[in-house]
C-alpha cells in the first residue's frame, strides 16, 4: 500500500510539470472536439497525435494522448444529447435519455450530468488502475473464447430485453444486425460470405458507418417534415446548467454501479465503450423502480452509461500498462506511437519505466479534473448551437456526417452505405423496430461468431464447453434469466 | 518530305525522353499510399519514409501520406493503380500483394505495378506460455507431431497471413501434414492472442516477434525460434530455426511500389533516392525504435524477388488448400 | 397491413434469402467444427421464425397493432427530398476521388442547403463554401488526415 502511494507520488512528480499540464489541457480539449463530431473517435483522434508526438518525451506523448482519449469521452455524448446523433459507438446509449431530455427543455442538466457522470466514473476508475490493476490483469486472462461467446449472450439478451413492445421485434433487429455482421470475408477460412457480387462489401459493413446512417443522416430526414417550422427549442427551454438535488439523488447510486461495471467491462480483451455502455443501461433499467421512464428523458438512464464508459476507459489502459497488449484500437494506435518515441511497453513497464506508467495515471487523475473544469463551462455556449435555427443546422450536421463517413475508411464506397442504412433505418422507425439491438448485433456479431467457433475448436465440437467453465456458466445462467424476468414482467403488465 | 519530317518529329522524341531519363523529378506533390488506417504497419512505413524523406531533404517537392485502407491493402493499391505513368504516386506494400491474389481475394499482383523496392522487415517468432515443456522449435514440432489436435495454435488477424504460412511450413519442413495442425484464429490479432496464451487457451502462437518480444524477455513467454537468417542481437538465448535444423527463412517484409508504367527514368530517380534514404540517421534510427531490421532490395533486386517469393506460396497454399 | 405483420414479412423474407444464400456457401473446414455456414443459418431461420411468430401473433384477434403508414402518398415532398438527397450523397462521395474534395462538398452543401433552406440563396452560397475551406483547412491542413484531392488541391501549397 506504501509503495503504491510512493509511485503515485513519482507520477505526480512527471506529471505536474507546465508542459505536460499544458499538453493534458490541450489534448483534453482536442479530444471533446473530435469526440463531438459523427465518426470521428478517439482512435483517430490519438493518429492525429502522431506526427504531433514526435518530438516529445515518451511520458508526455503518452500523457497528452490519453487526454485526447478520455477527453473524446467526455465529448462523445454531447452531440448525442443535443441533436440525437452520436460521436461514436459508445455514445449511441446517451441518445436514449440524454435527447428525450434536451426535447423537454432540461439540455443543461442532461449536459451537467453528463459530464459530472464522467468525471465520477472517471475518478473510481482511476481507483481501481492505482490499486487493483495487477489482481484485475491477471483475472481477465481467464477469459477465453468460451466466457467471450457467453458474455455476448449476455449482452444481445439484455438489449432484447430493452425495447419497447414487442420482444420479438426486438429479436428481428438482432438477427438483422448478426446478418450484417456476416457479410465479407470470414477471417477462418478466407470464405467470402454475403457480398453478392460487391467487391467493396469484402471487408465487412462497418458499424460506424451504420451508426452514422441510422442517427445523424436518419435525424435529418426526420427534419425534412417540419423544416419550415420555428426550432423546437427556444432559448428559454434550455434550462441551467446545472442540476437539482433530486436529480443528483436518482443519478447517483446508478452511476456507483455502473462505474465497476464499466471497468471490468474495459479491462477485457476485445470489448469497449460501446458494450459497457448498454450493460449499464440494461442493469439500471432492470434495477430501476420506475423503469418506465427509461427512454423518456430519465436523468439516470443517461448518468449511469456515461459512469460507464470512463470508467471502461481507465480499464482499456490496464492491458497496455501491465502486459503492453493493447485492449482497444485507440490503446493499439497508442502502442504503435509509443514504439516510434523507443518506449515497448511490456509486462516490465512498471519496474523499467514507472516515471512513464505511474505519470500516465496521475496526469489522468488531473486530466479527469481538468475536464469537468472545461467541460462544465464549455456546456453554456454549447446549448447556444440550439439556438442556431436549423434550416442551417441541418445541413451542417448532413456535411459533417458524410466527412466523418469518409473519415472512417477513407472510402467512397461508404457514402452507399450510409445513405441506404438511413433510408432503411427511417422505413424501420416507422414500423417501430427498434435499432439499438440491431446496433449492438451488428458490433458484436463479428466477435460472437468467432468465439463460438473458437470455444468448438477447443473443445473438439461439444457444445458442454459453454457450461462446464464456471464463468461462462454464469453469463448463460443471468441470460436466461434476464430473458424470463423480462417476460414475465411483461405478462404482468399485459395482464 | 513526309517520311524525312516524321523522322526528325521521331528522332526528337527520342531526344526529349532521352534528357527526360536523366533528369525527371517529380513535378508535383508526392502521395504515399498506406493502403491501412492510420497506426498499422503499412502506415507506420509511409509516415517514417515521409518523415525521412523531408528531414533529410531527399526530395524537393512535399511528401503527403493518403490513407486508403481495404481489402487487405486492394483498395489503396486499386486507387494507385489508377495513375498510370505517374511518377509522384507510391503506395506501400508487403507480402499480401501476393497472398491476395493467391488466395482469391483480390485480382492485383505485383505485375499490375511498378516495384521499387523493399525496404525494412520484421521477423516472425513461434512462441509458447514460459512453464511449456518445450525448450526449443523441434520440442513443439514433436508434440504436434505426437498429437495435432492437442497444440492449439493462434493465429490472427486471418489465416493465410505471413504468420500462417510460416508455421505451416515448418510444419511441413518437419514433416507434418500442415493441414493436420489446430488453429484458433483471432481477428484482433497481437492483442487478443498474446492474453490468451498467458491465459492458457492457446498452447502456440506464431506471431510478429514484437508482439511477444517484451513478454519474452519479461519471462512471461518464451519465444521458441525466429524466421531469420541469422540470430538477432537483440534476442540472445533464441536461435533461428535454421540453426534449430529446420531450414525456414521468412522475412515479413515491407517494401514500395509504384504506379503502373512508370518510365525507366522514374524507376532510377526513385532506386536514388531510396538508395540514400535507407543510409540517412533518420532512417535508421526510426526502424530501429520500431524493432524494425533494414531489408533493402533496389527495383531490379525486389522485382526478382517477388517472383521467386510467389512461386514458393502458391506451392504451400495448394499443400494446404487455401488456394483458390 | 399493420406494423407487426409487415415487419414480419420482412424479416421472413430478409432471412430466407440470407439462409439460401448461407446453404450454397461452399463447404470449408480449417479444423473449425462449424465452418462458415452454420452460424449464419442459425441467425438466418431465428429471423424466418421470430418473423411467423410475429405473423401469427398479430391474426389473434384484438392484439393486433397498428397499421403501418409510411406516408409515401401523404408526404411526397418528404419522400421526394429523402430519395433526392440519398441519391445525390451517394454520387458526393463516387466523384470525391476524381475531383478532390473542396469543388463536390461545396457542390452537395449547395444542394442539400438549397433543399432545406430555400430561396436564400446568397446566404446558402457563402455557407457552402465556407463549410467547405472550413473542414479542409481544419482536417487535411491542420490535423493532417488524408482527404481525396482533385484539380484544386494540387495548386494548394500544402
Redesign the interface.
Known amino acids: 500500500m506504501q509503495e503504491i502511494f510512493a509511485n503515485l507520488g513519482l507520477g505526480f512528480q512527471t506529471a505536474f510539470t507546465f508542459t505536460n499540464i499544458l499538453w493534458v489541457f490541450i489534448g483534453g480539449t482536442l479530444g471533446t472536439i473530435i469526440g463531438m463530431l459523427p465518426g470521428l473517435g478517439p ?2 483522434g ?3 497525435l ?2 504531433i508526438t ?1 518530438g516529445m518525451n515518451p511520458a508526455t506523448a503518452l500523457i497528452t494522448m490519453c487526454a485526447v482519449y478520455y477527453g473524446a469521452m467526455f465529448g462523445g455524448s454531447r452531440a448525442s444529447i443535443m441533436i440525437n446523433t452520436p460521436g461514436d459507438a459508445s455514445a449511441i446509449v446517451s441518445c436514449f435519455d440524454g435527447y428525450p431530455m434536451t426535447k423537454q427543455g432540461r439540455a443543461g442538466a442532461a449536459l451537467a450530468i453528463s459530464a459530472l457522470a464522467s468525471f465520477i466514473g472517471g475518478m473510481i476508475g482511476m481507483f481501481f488502475l492505482v490499486f487493483l490493476t495487477q489482481p484485475i490483469a491477471a483475472a ?6 468460451a466466457e467471450m461467446f457467453s458474455l455476448m449472450m449476455f449482452a444481445l439478451v439484455a438489449t432484447i430485453t430493452l425495447a419497447e413492445g ?1 420482444l ?2 426486438g ?2 433487429a438482432i ?2 444486425g ?2 450484417l455482421s ?1 457479410v465479407g ?10 457480398t ?1 457480387g460487391a ?2 462489401l ?2 465487412g459493413i462497418d458499424f460506424l458507418v451504420i451508426i452514422i446512417g441510422v442517427y445523424a ?1 436518419c435525424e ?2 426526420k427534419n ?2 417540419d ?1 419550415n417550422a420555428v426550432y423546437k427549442f427556444d432559448s428559454k427551454h434550455i434550462g441551467k446548467v446545472w442540476i437539482t438535488k433530486e436529480d443528483w439523488k436518482r443519478s447517483l447510486p446508478p452511476m456507483l454501479r455502473s462505474s465497476p461495471l464499466g471497468f471490468i467491462v474495459g479491462v477485457l ?2 470489448m469497449g465503450g460501446t458494450i459497457a455502455t448498454f450493460m449499464s443501461y440494461a442493469m439500471e433499467k432492470n434495477l430501476s423502480k420506475k423503469p418506465e421512464e427509461f427512454g423518456k428523458g430519465a436523468i439516470e438512464g443517461l448518468a449511469a452509461p456515461e459512469a460507464a464508459n470512463n470508467a471502461c476507459s481507465c480499464g482499456a489502459m490496464v ?1 497496455l500498462l501491465t ?5 482497444s484500437g485507440t490503446t ?2 497508442m502502442l ?2 509509443l ?4 518506449v ?5 513497464l512498471f519496474t523499467d519505466h514507472p516515471e512513464i506508467a505511474w505519470g500516465v495515471i496521475a496526469s489522468m487523475l488531473i486530466g479527469n479534473i481538468i475536464l469537468i473544469i472545461i467541460n462544465l463551462p464549455l456546456a453554456i455556449p454549447l446549448v447556444q448551437i440550439l439556438k442556431v435555427p ?3 443546422m ?3 450536421i ?3 456526417a ?2 466523418g ?3 472512417l ?8 452505405v ?3 442504412s ?2 432503411i433505418g ?2 424501420f422507425s ?4 427498434p435499432l439499438p439491438p440491431l446496433v449492438l448485433a451488428l458490433i458484436l456479431g ?2 460472437t ?2 468465439a ?3 470455444s ?3 473443445s ?2 461439444s457444445l458442454g464447453i459453454f457450461v462446464q467453465k464456471p464463468i461462462s456458466a454464469v453469463f448463460i445462467v443471468l441470460a436466461a434469466a434476464s430473458l424470463v424476468y423480462s417476460l414475465a414482467k411483461r405478462k404482468k403488465h399485459a395482464a | 518530305m513526309k517520311k524525312t519530317l516524321a523522322i526528325v518529329l521521331m528522332l526528337s522524341i527520342l531526344a526529349v525522353s532521352f534528357v527526360g531519363a536523366q533528369t525527371w523529378k517529380p513535378t508535383k506533390t508526392i502521395e504515399l499510399v498506406a493502403p491501412a488506417n492510420p497506426g498499422g504497419g503499412w502506415d507506420m512505413l509511409c509516415r517514417v519514409v515521409q518523415k525521412t524523406l523531408v528531414d533529410e531533404k531527399l526530395v524537393e517537392k512535399n511528401v503527403i501520406v493518403v490513407n486508403k485502407p481495404g481489402g487487405g491493402g486492394a483498395v489503396g493499391w486499386t486507387y494507385l493503380k489508377g495513375k498510370k505513368g505517374q511518377g509522384e504516386f507510391l503506395a506501400a506494400t508487403s507480402t499480401l500483394i501476393m497472398l491476395n491474389n493467391l488466395l482469391g481475394s483480390s485480382e492485383l499482383t505485383f505485375k499490375d505495378f511498378t516495384p521499387l523496392a523493399a525496404l525494412q522487415t520484421e521477423w516472425i517468432s513461434v512462441a509458447v506460455q514460459a512453464d511449456a515443456p518445450y525448450k526449443n522449435i523441434k520440442d513443439l514440432m514433436e508434440a504436434i507431431k505426437a498429437n495435432p489436435a492437442a497444440i492449439p495454435i493462434g493465429v490472427g488477424p486471418t489465416l493465410g497471413n505471413n504468420d500462417h504460412l510460416l508455421i505451416l511450413r515448418l510444419a511441413k519442413a518437419y514433416g507434418i501434414d500442415p493441414s493436420k495442425l489446430k488453429f484458433i484464429v483471432y481477428p484482433g490479432a497481437g492483442g487478443e492472442i498474446v492474453p490468451a496464451l498467458l491465459g492458457g487457451h492457446i498452447k502456440a502462437t506464431t506471431i510478429g516477434l514484437g508482439e511477444v518480444l517484451e513478454q519474452h524477455k519479461a519471462g512471461k513467454l518464451r519465444v521458441l525460434g525466429v524466421s531469420s537468417d541469422a540470430p538477432l542481437s537483440f534476442l540472445p538465448g533464441v536461435q533461428t530455426f535454421k540453426a534449430q535444423g529446420i531450414d525456414v527463412v521468412f522475412p515479413h517484409w515491407r517494401g514500395i511500389i509504384g504506379a503502373p508504367e512508370m518510365t525507366p527514368a522514374m524507376v532510377k530517380y526513385w532506386d536514388d533516392v531510396f538508395t540514400k534514404m535507407v543510409q540517412t540517421k533518420t532512417w535508421k534510427e526510426q526502424i530501429e525504435k520500431l524493432g524494425w531490421t533494414g531489408f533493402y532490395q533496389n527495383s531490379a533486386a525486389h522485382t526478382a524477388f517477388l517472383t521467386e517469393q510467389t512461386g514458393i506460396f502458391n506451392d504451400l497454399l495448394t499443400t494446404v488448400g487455401l488456394k483458390k | 397491413m399493420t406494423k407487426d405483420t409487415l415487419t414480419g414479412i420482412i424479416a421472413v423474407a430478409v432471412g430466407g434469402i440470407y439462409t439460401a444464400t448461407a446453404l450454397v456457401l461452399p463447404e470449408m473446414r480449417m479444423g473449425d467444427k462449424l465452418g462458415p455456414k452454420i452460424f449464419p443459418l442459425v441467425v438466418g431461420i431465428g429471423s424466418v421464425l421470430a418473423g411467423l411468430a410475429l405473423i401469427l401473433g398479430d391474426r389473434r384477434p384484438g392484439k393486433q397493432s397498428k397499421k403501418a403508414d409510411f406516408g409515401f402518398v401523404e408526404h411526397k415532398d418528404l419522400w421526394l427530398k429523402i430519395v433526392l438527397t440519398t441519391v445525390v450523397g451517394i454520387v458526393y462521395g463516387l466523384v470525391m476521388d476524381k475531383l478532390g474534395f473542396l469543388i463536390p462538398t461545396t457542390l452537395f452543401m449547395l444542394f442539400i442547403s438549397t433543399l432545406i433552406n430555400k430561396g436564400r440563396l446568397v446566404q446558402n452560397a457563402v455557407l457552402s463554401a465556407v463549410f467547405a475551406v472550413i473542414t479542409y483547412g481544419v482536417f487535411a491542413v491542420a490535423l493532417k488526415l488524408s482527404l481525396p484531392r482533385g484539380f484544386l488541391e494540387s495548386l494548394l501549397p500544402f
Do not use: C, H, W
Open positions: 482512435a483517430t490519438v493518429a492525429i502522431i506526427p514526435f481477465a486472462l481467464k477469459f477465453g473464447p414487442n420479438l421485434k429479436a428481428v438477427a438483422f448478426l446478418m456476416t470475408i470470414d477471417a477462418l477460412t478466407g470464405i467470402i460470405r454475403f453478392y467487391e467493396a469484402q471487408d443522416v435529418v430526414f425534412f417534415k423544416i480483451p476485445g492491458p502486459l503492453g497488449i493493447p485492449g493499439a494506435v504503435g506511437a514504439m516510434l518515441l523507443g515497448r511497453p511490456g509486462p516490465t436549423t434550416r442551417i441541418l445541413p451542417i448532413m456535411g459533417l458524410l466527412i463517413t469518409y473519415f475508411n477513407y472510402s467512397s464506397f461508404d457514402f452507399v450510409v445513405m441506404v438511413a433510408v427511417y422505413l416507422k414500423l417501430e423496430i463479428g466477435t461468431e468467432q463460438l467457433r473458437n468448438l475448436v477447443l473438439d465440437g
